[in-house]
Structures are given as structure tokens and as C-alpha cells.
């Protein structure tokens, strides 16, 4: 009994820690993000939110270039409500078969962010309509 519990403890952790990748057939792949706050300029009479600069490096796993690519990042809080939407391009925005490109955009500290998801939408080779992340 105790060996099951801990095989379903770890099956549960490895599922709840697992990065926001690309879906089965999707060639561009999420292979790395970072987070760091955001430098708070002072202006006397302004209030700021603070705000995170978020950096995903993302890559393309298929076998033909992608073009035009345009990056959808959400933030979800625990129960999947949407808490934040922002759709930004990556630097470059064409990215050859093993390539790498590098999305940079601030974004609102949410403590109550819970998980992140990536919309891909591209041209070339590929179908040029949204894939969920």
C-alpha cells in the first residue's frame, strides 16, 4: 500500500511540474522561460505595478522553416480562469528547422498565476492557424 502511494505522489508531482511544450505534430516547442522583475522606474506622483520581464526561448522541432510567427503568452490561476493575455513576436520571427528564436515581453506580477500557456500561430510550410500550448 505504501509503494502505491508513493508511485501515485510522484506520478502526481511529475504531471502538476511538467513546461508548457508544443502538442504532438506542432514544430515550434517552448524550451525554456525565465522570469525576473522588472527594473521600477521612479516617478514622483505615479503608481506602478510591479511587472516581470518574461523571456521563453522557443524552438523549431519540425523539418521545414516557420515564418511570421506570433506568440500568444496566457496566465491561468488554479482553477483555469484567465487571468492575463498578451500576444507578442519573437526576435527572429522566421526560425529554420533546429533554430531558435527568443520572445521577450513584460508582464504583470500575478501571485495568483498558476500556469502558463503558449499560442503558436505561423506561415511557411505549416498550417498558419492557432495551436494551444
Given at each position: 500500500m505504501r509503494y502505491w502511494c508513493s508511485a501515485f505522489l510522484l506520478l502526481t508531482f511529475a504531471t502538476l511540474a511538467r513546461p508548457a511544450l508544443a502538442t504532438d505534430g506542432d514544430p515550434v516547442v517552448v524550451v525554456q522561460e525565465t522570469r525576473t522583475p522588472a527594473a521600477v522606474q521612479k516617478r514622483p506622483n505615479a503608481h506602478h505595478a510591479p511587472s516581470v520581464q518574461h523571456v521563453a526561448l522557443l524552438r523549431n522541432s519540425g523539418l521545414r522553416p516557420v515564418r511570421v510567427l506570433r506568440v500568444?503568452?496566457?496566465?491561468?490561476?488554479?482553477?483555469?480562469?484567465?487571468l492575463w493575455a498578451k500576444s507578442a513576436v519573437p526576435v527572429?520571427?522566421?526560425?529554420?528547422?533546429?533554430?531558435?528564436?527568443?520572445?521577450?515581453?513584460?508582464?504583470?506580477?500575478?501571485?495568483?498565476?498558476?500556469?502558463?500557456?503558449?499560442?503558436?500561430?505561423y506561415g511557411g510550410d505549416h498550417a498558419a492557424r492557432p495551436r494551444p500550448h
Open positions: 500568444t503568452v496566457e496566465f491561468y490561476d488554479f482553477f483555469g480562469k484567465i527572429p520571427t522566421r526560425i529554420e528547422p533546429g533554430g531558435t528564436a527568443t520572445l521577450s515581453l513584460s508582464t504583470p506580477a500575478l501571485e495568483a498565476a498558476r500556469r502558463t500557456r503558449y499560442r503558436m500561430e
